[in-house]
Each structure stands twice: as C-alpha cells, then as structure tokens.
C-alpha cells in the first residue's frame, strides 16, 4: 500500500451521507468530485457518520456496525446492493464502485460504547457491506472498530468474505480474551464457475477457508456461513457436498447456511445479470422467485440437504452454537432490511 493518503483532504468537515445523496441526486455519482479513484477503478468517498452502531429489532442481536457503504466484492445477489438506492446511487455498478468510508467510524463508536449506559449488547458487525473488502487494507477501521469493541469488552459476530481478517488476529484474540468474538466466513461455494460468476471481486473460496483455519488455529471462533445457496447455480448435491466436505477438512467450528432470496433493487440487478449472461435461466427463476424467497418446500429440501451432509462431514454439532454464532449466522439467514 503506498503511504500517502489516497483521498483529497476535503478538511474537517466531510459530506454526510445525506450530502453524499443530494449531491448524487442532481448530479449523478460522477458529481462525487472529491471521490478518489483507485487503481482497481472503483472509488472512495470519505464520509462523516454521526453514529456508528445502528439498534436493529426483531433479530439476535441489538446492534449492527459497519464501517464501508457498497462493496468491491460485488457478489451478484448482494442483499445491500438495494441499500444504495437510499443514496440515490444506483443497486448496479454504483454498488460496487462507489465505497463511502465512515473515516470516524471508530472515534464514534468508542464515544458510543464509552457510555455509561452502554450495556455490551452483541454487536453484528459487517451485517451490510464487507469490513474486509480491499479498501480495509489502506483505512483498517475495521481493525480500529474491533480494537475499540475489544476495549469495551463488547461480544460481536463479524462476516466477512475477506481472507484480510486473518491480518487482524491479534486484535482478535484480544478481544476474545475479554468477551464472545465469533468470525463467520461467507463461503456459499467452492464451485470454480459459481464462485466466479456469482462473486466477481472476492478471493478464492479455497483462500477464504485458509483464512478460517488461521483464525480457528490462533484460538478464534471461527465457522463458515454457506450463505447464500443459489437455486441452480451452487445448489446441486454434489456442489453442495464438495463444498461441506472442504468446509469441514479446513477446520471449521460450525457452519450455517441459507438459500437466497431478492427483494427491491437486489431483485431488479439479479434478474438483469440472468437476463444478459444465463437468458435460458430467466423464466425459471421468474417461477422459483415469484416471492421473495423461494417456495418452503424447495427452501426446506435444499435445507435438509445440508443438514443430512453436515451430519455426515461431522459439522452438525459444530453449527449448534452460542448465541453470537447463531446471531451472525442470521444476519445472512435472514438477510434482514437495515436501516443504517
Ligand atoms: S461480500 Fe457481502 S457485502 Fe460484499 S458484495 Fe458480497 S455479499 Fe455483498
């Protein structure tokens, strides 16, 4: 990473990302004159969040945190691809090219957890964008935020697609040390031609489970999340049972999984992505998600399917976890709407 800063200075006061959403809306995200592009042609905007934790309801955890808005992974059925409408930025390429980084992400969340109110409810983190996406590597407010959970003995669950969480291990066994620290690695499949059609910008699923290895040897909880499973691309039993085996052979604590589902803006970009790449695929996914999420019962068989491997690969009982387990895993279970 070269040493010097690769955003222009905009000064104390940086947009907001309601600034950031005005200024989108007369001009489009090329009006983002101050975002710096980098070399791999996505761009940056330093924004001024005002809160760090977002209180969620309904779910296993009461907060969520996320230091990046949009994601250079680019995963085609990206459930936070609908959040970037919100910012009058498009669910397309906008999603994947046009990162806000909270750049005082950690100094409001140590103000926040510093409260004497604060009563160290489970923190999600990563629940909407990737805190290990490429742009981690230069900013590490990811490696701050933990550093500042870890001080205010807060238990989290982080998912991540990003073999980059391994560079923090010793923030993590830190903050292991003095609360539940619980690492989910999104590895939906191990499927060369999957994993390359469904997830252009992250690393190789194999990579992803040396990361998990790493952090599981260092003494970290750390499991996978095949999550999402996609109808017909990584859903066939021998996709499935090739990807449970290798989850299971890289020593995973417990695995989780889900089948996708599209809703909003994530709908519209997948069944634009069939449309140009799969055409033939597009009538039978119109069927399958005539809903939100697909039919119970395919849901229930794809699900069942999983459970008879893992009972076979020995993960079943790793995937009966503590509640920071199930709680990340259900961040993409249930691939719930946040508000930010
Ligand atoms: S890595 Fe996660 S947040 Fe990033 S695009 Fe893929 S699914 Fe979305």
């Known amino acids: 990473m ?31 004159t101050e975002a710096e592009r980098r070399a791999d042609q996505a761009r940056y905007q330093e924004i001024t969040c005002r809160s760090a934790l977002n209180r969620v309801e309904g779910m296993p955890f009461e907060w969520t945190l996320n230091p990046y808005r949009g994601c ?5 059925y990206c459930f936070a691809r609908r959040y970037h409408v919100q910012f009058e930025m498009n669910a397309d390429d906008d999603f994947a090219s046009v990162i806000l980084v909270k750049h005082n992400v950690a100094t409001v969340l140590a103000r926040e957890i510093d409260r004497p109110a604060w009563t160290r409810d489970v923190v999600a983190f990563g629940t909407a964008t990737d805190p290990y996406q490429p742009i981690e590597g ?33 923030v993590l066994q830190e903050h292991s040390r003095v609360a539940r620290c619980t690492i989910c690695m999104s590895v939906p499949t191990v499927d060369e031609d999957a994993w390359r059609t469904l997830e252009p910008g992250t690393a190789h699923p194999v990579q992803r489970l040396r990361a998990v290895r790493a952090l599981v040897d260092a003494g970290i909880n ?39 589902h599209l809703q909003d803006g994530t709908r519209d970009h997948f069944m634009k992505f ?3 790449e799969f055409p033939s695929m597009l009538p039978r996914f119109e069927r399958l998600y005539a809903k939100k999420y697909p039919p119970d019962a ?7 399917l999983v459970r008879a491997l893992q009972d076979r690969y020995g993960l079943t009982r790793r995937g009966e976890g503590n509640d920071e387990e199930i709680a990340a895993e259900k961040v993409e279970a249930e691939q719930v709407g946040f508000a930010w």
């Not at 250079?72 to 085609?76: F, L, N, R």
């Not at 807060?154 to 391994?166: C, R, S």
């Open 2 to 32: 070269p040493s010097f800063p690769l955003l222009f200075d905009l000064g104390p006061a940086k947009p907001t990302t309601r600034d950031i959403a005005r200024t989108v809306k007369v001009g489009g995200s090329e009006a983002l």
């Open 72 to 76: 250079t992974h680019g995963c085609h």
């Open 138 to 170: 230069h900013y590490k407010l990811s490696r701050q935020c933990i550093q500042v959970l870890a001080r205010g003995r807060t238990p989290m669950g982080l998912v991540t697609k990003g073999p980059m969480v391994v560079r923090d291990i010793d």
């Open 222 to 260: 750390a499991g996978v999340l095949m999550a999402p499973i996609v109808p017909g691309f990584t859903s066939s039993r021998s996709k499935l049972e090739r990807t449970i085996k290798t989850i299971a052979d890289h020593g995973a604590r417990f695995v989780g999984c889900n089948v996708m």
């Open 274 to 276: 069939l449309e140009r």
């Open 298 to 304: 395919y849901r229930k068989e794809v699900q069942g």
